[in-house]
């Protein structure tokens, strides 16, 4: 899942970064809105994290921006997460109103953040419950974990994340561009058979039959015929 | 009404009493000027039935009375009150050397005196008070004597003036019954106004409303409002201030939240050691907000007026810019100082080198490096000036470095800046830069007189 952090202070782009990292999200920090909505309309982006007050202007206006979008790039229903230090009632409400689809108060909880992240991310799958089901397959995306047929399956981050974008895409081939997009941030060194690998090792793991291939277009994982 | 408003001092009772004494010290004068005419007017009445009884009687060429037990009752007239305007008269006619002629009526023989008019006498046994008027006729022959009973006179008086007196009593309580009746009314508008201003909530933004027409409330009306305007925004710039406060204190925090949960998880070497370093950056951050806090807590202490001295600008702005010599150079800016020479202004040195400094680290803190930065300080007509202008410009500059010029940044310093001024009976502001700056901030002090 591929975020973009949009903030103008330092030190807390850099423990988003980090810590989302580590949580196996792709990361990419800006610290102005110009930067950042070069940054939307250049690449896929699954969520923005938003702050309000910055430097070149007020992150309002990039979120009315994006929610007015027209063209493929920026995606205007993407979903957007104002974290701010104003805590006054009549800044939350304003910014959801813009059409901010979540609000947090600095300084928050970093498991918070992320619940609230997931639950941003289901909804804009169109899911409701927060297990991924696909036959015997059941993922957690918040305890990141996958069992098969009630076994638990160990995944690196990354294939856990390809593992979720082609679930909640099911019945979609998705390019391999279109994977590397979302799974990798800009200093991320990607290498050419990068996605090939990954979904070998998701075969291996999880049965050859769950991941199908499209020559020359990309993967897909099809719908579950019993769901 | 609770006990404890019931027991305190209301203008409508405090009115209604003051009006009703006033009502009954008017009623009893007059009650008063009533009895004391009504007595004074019967004697005079009697004394004029008995001067011209005298006169007609003395004219009258006089057949011998009848013996006492012949005469004549008084008649009953039904028209007078139990013949209290019927006098009882007695009649005595004496000759020159004092022998009776002539008698009438009840009263006791008089002694007799050659002297005529008016006089009280006591007669009989027991004595008796009697009102006489005695005359002469004109060849000093024959003396008229009428007499009449004095507690009769007096009954006559008191009479008189009861009738005087008596629609007064009735007339009272109607009126002050009237009255407050009409005090309670006259006083309601008052009492809504009250009402109003009881109500009134200084959070919503509340008015006193346009209900109130009489011109006596304007006054009160409009003071009132001035103070509700005043209030509110003062708590609106609280509220603007706690909440530059929070933003300023909870962004280091929010970062070494994340840092130390980042620390948590597996990181390289560089960027275990990138995270500690942001720790304590952000500690430094938080702790600066704090030392702002405290110095805006100190500049709102009124008693610091009376810590003024004379204080030379330029010393001040060359003392505080020579205490920047190293960031500045750490951090790629250029400083300089400009004014004329012995600007001094009444001010706090401690709290006008605070202000200073933050509008310096501010320029510091929110230009890209290599911006020139200048203290100046001068005089014109608004009083002695001292601005902080800078040619930092935001064009051209990477993302990274623009983040530090976060307009919500310069909240907190500039607010200690106009407190400052504030104290020292000044203002602060930005102002239109002069070439070649692109931004200025000027604190503008009175002149010493």
Redesign the interface.
Known sequence: MRILVVE?????A???R??LQ?RGYAVDA???L??AWTALCTEPFDLVLLDL????GDGGDLLLQLRHARKALPDPLTPVLIMT????VADRISGLNLGADDYL??????DELEARMRALLRRAAGRAHPLLVHGELVVDPAARTVLRAGEGVELAPREFTLLLLLLESRGRVLSRQQLEARLYNWQDAVGSNAIEVHVHHLRRKLGEGLIQTMRGVGYFIPQDERA | MTPASLRQASLTRRLLLWVLAALLLVWAGFAAVGWRTGVHEAGELTDGQLASTAALMLNLDLPPFVEASRETARAVIPSLKNHDYQPSLSVLVRDAGGRVLARSGDAPLAPFSEQAGFADLALGTPPALWRSFSQWDATHARQVMVLVRADERDELASDVAGQLAEPGLWLLPAVAIALCIAIWRGLRPLQALSRDVAELEVDKAERLQARHPYREFNSVVRSINTLMGQQQASLERE?QLA?EV??EL??????????A??LR???SPA?RE??LA?IG??AMRAGHVITQLLALARASRSDLQQQMQRLDLGALASQVVAGYAQASWESGHTLSVQGEDGLEVLGHPLLLELALRNLVDNALQHTPRSTFICVQWGRDAAGAWLQVCDDGT?AGVA??E???????RLGLGHKIVSRVMDVHGGHFAQIPAPMPFTRCYRMVLPLIP
């Open positions: 103008d202070d330092a030190g807390i850099l423990g988003l980090t810590n580590q800006c610290a102005s110009a930067a007050g910055l430097a070149d230090a104003r805590d006054q108060v600095k300084p928050f909880d970093l | 509220r909440s929070a933003h909870r962004t280091p925090l929010s970062s070494i939240a994340l840092q949960a980042s998880g597996e990181l960027a990138q995270a942001q950056a952000d935001t993302g990274e623009l983040a530090s010029h976060s307009p919500e």
